[in-house]
Structure formats: C-alpha cells, structure tokens
C-alpha cells in the first residue's frame, strides 16, 4: 500500500529496524484510552446502557498518554479523557466469584492510599479475611421490598468515589447493570474489569502526585539524540 516494501522502508529510514516488540529502555510508553459517554446513550425504552463493553461498542474518540512509565502514561490518559482519576475518597467494591481473588491486592493498595472501601457481603468478606478494612453495604435487589438504603442510593446521593464492578450471572447481572448505570449518571469512576483496576491503582500515586506534559516534537527530539 506504501508502493515500498518494509525492507525498503527500512533502508530509506522510514521505519526502525527493530520492529514494536524490541524497544530501547529509555522508550517512553504510551496509552491509548477510548472516550465512551454512556450517559448520552438509552436503550429502546429509555434506560441506560450498560457500561459492560462488548465487540459492538464503537468509541467516540480517542486519546493518548505518553510519559516514561506505564503508571503515569495510564493516569494521563485518564486525565484527558475523563478529567483523571479520584485521589481519595470511598470505593465501592462489588466482584463476580472469578475475580474475588485478583481483587484483594488493588483492594490492598487503595487502602493503603488513604481510601475507604465499602463492599456488598460477599466481595466484603473475602477483603476482610486479608486484613483489608471494610464496611458492608446492601445490594439493589435485597432492598426492593424493605426500601433500605442501598449501593445505588449511595452512589446517587454522592458517597461513592469509585466503583469496580465486574459482571456476574443471574441476579447478580440485574444488581450490577442498576451499579454500572447509577455511576454513569454520577460521573463517577467506574472500573469494570481486574486489568483496567489494576492499571488505574497503578497510575494514582502519579495522578496524586501531578505530571510533566510535553509535546510530540520533544519527544521526537528525545529520540533523534539517543540514535
């Protein structure tokens, strides 16, 4: 498509001679972060989409952070994308059974960042058997009859910072989808798989802490003086 092959492009200077997967040390690193406003989206019968992201999502835009490391990539992109991530506050933590485990060391690290957890009882006792400190909340679906108040009112009426989410089965997919939505509609963060959680606990204490911006051309100009 080029009218060269890569190896003449290569000769021409058009491309490294390394390909992606080699890549100096000092390389800065990039993330590219796609910009998803689900709160402008309603189904058929006016409620909201689910924030679950499935092969049909298409984004309306996208953006990139650059720095040195991943962590601090990661937080910019956040940052040009959803105006960054919370640096304190209460985190509402509700995992399907698959991910009870793989949450307990995020789950660790926002504690130790000065943040509260709450949980629903399941997610909750698992944190507490690893010496994270928690309070229980009420699921959405054990509150309908009693009219208790709930994770959703929580998150409606501003007490919820961040909220991670993964979706489960049967009853659990219904309580989820009514979590995913109230955080929608609250602009809150919210982090629907173990991978993106780890990444944005990764990335807080560099949005905590602030970040350098600079322009392509720097680090193009970065680049050419290391060659």
Do not use: C, W
Not at 178 to 185: D, L, P, T
Request: aromatic share 6%.
């Amino acid at each position: 498509m080029a009218g060269a092959t890569i190896a003449e492009l290569r000769a021409e200077g058009m491309l490294p001679e390394q390909d992606g997967s080699r890549v100096p040390l000092g390389s800065p690193v990039s993330v590219k972060e796609a910009v998803l406003p689900f709160k402008r989206f309603r189904t058929a019968d006016g409620k909201t989409v689910d924030s679950v992201l499935g092969p049909e999502m298409r984004s309306t835009g996208e953006v990139m952070g650059i720095d040195r490391d991943f962590p601090t990539a990661f937080a910019k992109s956040q940052a040009a994308a959803y105006g960054g991530m919370p640096t304190s506050g209460t985190v509402f933590i509700s995992v399907a059974d698959s991910d009870k485990r793989a949450v307990i060391l995020p789950a660790h690290r926002l504690q130790q960042l000065g943040f509260t957890i709450v949980a629903t009882e399941g997610t909750a006792e698992i944190l507490s058997r690893n010496g994270i400190a928690v309070t229980v909340v009420e699921k959405y679906s054990d509150t309908q009859e009693s009219g208790a108040k709930n994770i959703v009112d929580l998150i409606d009426e501003g007490a919820i910072d961040i909220v991670v989410n993964t979706p489960s089965g049967g009853a659990a997919r219904a309580d989820g989808y009514e979590i995913r939505a109230a955080a929608v509609a609250a602009d809150k963060a919210l982090f629907t798989t173990m991978a993106v959680l780890g990444a944005a606990v990764s990335g807080m204490d560099a949005a905590h802490e602030g970040f350098e911006v600079r322009s392509l051309q720097e680090y193009a100009a970065d680049r050419k003086a290391a060659v």
